[in-house]
């Protein structure tokens, strides 16, 4: 009885978003809209219409799970990305400084303390991204192979994708005190 029901459920998804519906007419008559938001409530009117009014496997609260989950993950993949533009730009930015002072050997002596802090910072910004891929891969395989996945669960690469990031921001911190510390000292002198 379920494999049937999945079965008319598969078909009527098909149906629902073949390619007849990949545009949808919206707005004044000559405006066609592809793809977007109304499209894909058009293709699940469809999907419920052919599955005799029933909304599918998925109530709201699911759906709503859903995408709070991938909101999640857009969010964090958002910061790690912040994470490797602050470490990386203060690298950049002390080279360009480093670059247009004359005297350079003695300065570039003072920050090589923060240079090193914020290539830390990025290093452990990107390694931040595969941190958070094996995390997702071994909460995949929780979910979707739970009965033969015999791997690393995702509690612990969670937690050392939180901690590598928080490194990563402790970096910059340090690095930004350190570099203001080694160029007001260079200044004063």
């Known amino acids: 009885m379920a494999a049937q029901r999945r079965a008319v459920r598969d078909q009527a998804f098909e149906q629902a978003t073949a390619p007849p519906y990949n545009r949808v007419i919206c707005g004044p008559p000559r405006h066609v809209a592809c793809k977007g938001r109304k499209r894909r409530a058009g ?3 469809r999907l419920r219409g052919a599955l005799g009014g029933q909304r599918g496997d998925m109530d709201f609260n699911e759906e709503h799970a859903v995408e ?3 909101s999640l993950i857009s969010i964090s993949t958002e910061g790690m ?3 490797q533009l602050v470490n990386g730009g203060a690298v950049v930015a002390l080279l360009a ?3 247009q002072v004359s005297n350079r050997a003695s300065i570039a002596a003072n920050v090589k303390c923060a240079m090193g802090l914020f290539i830390l910072g990025l290093v452990a ?4 991204f595969f941190t958070s891929y094996l995390t997702q891969l071994a909460l995949f395989n929780e979910s979707v192979r739970e009965q ?3 791997g690393t669960k995702h509690g612990p690469w969670w937690w050392l994708t939180i901690l590598v990031a928080l490194v990563s921001l402790a970096c910059f911190a340090c690095g930004a ?3 203001v510390a080694a160029l007001s000292k260079q200044a004063g002198s």
């Open 43 to 45: 293709a699940a009117r």
């Open 68 to 70: 709070t989950y991938k």
């Open 81 to 83: 990305k912040a994470l």
């Open 97 to 99: 400084y480093l670059g």
């Open 125 to 128: 910004a990107t390694f931040a």
């Open 148 to 150: 033969v996945y015999r």
């Open 177 to 179: 005190f350190a570099a």
